[in-house]
């Protein structure tokens, strides 16, 4: 199994200021197959990038990914309010289809 | 339009079982893995499996393996996730999603609420 860490568990910014996320496995991602999401309190999770480095349908460019192997990172430039929340990364490159343990944007 | 609807908030005792649906919409649903995801209260997302719409293919997470059966009926393009014997710590918000180089498309979650 992948076991996903990712860093730091809070990270505490101003709008305006950019955030960067760091997601480590404990192992080579096959494919570089590997997603963030976002999840605001009460919400459902957003796909925010696949394969690593693809902003999903929608995604505004503020938020990029990049990474390879064992080591990603979500970087989200120039923090909007509504981009305040929780975030995850998950590996889908080899079952099970692990999650990362989550880091909030405060 | 891609869509997931699942079933609504379950109360359930220790002990009791549970299935819970997820219908899509908006899309081929039998050419398409679907998956279930459990975030307990407070806590963060745990893959749980996934299940081939076309032919039933299934994958369990180890934690998961064993405790809760996944199954699809593609004519009607739901899946399920059925919870036997359950637990104090079975207490959940229950997603279903598309599983398509991530979770593109979420169903909007069914609360599950075990307790005596």
């Known amino acids: 199994e992948v076991e996903l860490t990712q860093s730091p568990g809070t990270l505490s910014l101003s709008p305006g200021e950019t955030a960067t996320l760091s997601c480590r496995a404990s192992e080579k991602v096959r494919g570089n197959f590997l997603a963030w999401y976002q999840q605001k309190p009460g919400q459902t999770p957003r796909l925010l990038i696949f394969?690593?480095?693809f902003r999903a349908t929608g995604i505004v460019e503020r938020f990029s990914g990049s990474g390879s192997e064992t080591d990603f990172t979500l970087t989200i430039s120039r923090l909007e309010p509504e981009d305040f929340a929780m975030y995850y990364c998950?590996?889908?490159?080899?079952?099970?289809?692990?999650f990362g343990q989550g880091t909030k944007v405060e | 339009e891609v869509q997931f609807v699942q079933s609504g908030a379950e109360m359930k005792k220790p002990g009791e079982s549970l299935k819970i649906s997820c219908k899509g919409s908006?899309?081929?649903?039998?050419?398409?893995?679907i998956g279930w995801v459990r975030q307990r209260p407070g806590k963060g997302l745990e893959w749980m499996g996934v299940i081939y719409a076309g032919d039933s293919e299934t994958r369990y997470g180890p934690s998961f393996q064993g405790e809760v059966t996944i199954s699809v009926d593609k004519d009607i393009s739901t899946a399920y996730l059925q919870i036997k014997n359950l637990k104090a710590s079975d207490t959940a918000i229950y997603y279903c999603?598309?599983?398509?180089?991530?979770?593109?498309?979420w169903g909007q979650g069914t609360p599950v609420s075990v307790s005596s």
């Open positions: 394969g690593a480095s």
């Open positions: 908006g899309y081929k649903f039998a050419n398409f893995w």
């Open positions: 999603g598309r599983s398509n180089w991530g979770f593109d498309y």
């Open positions: 998950q590996q889908y490159g080899s079952s099970p289809h692990t």
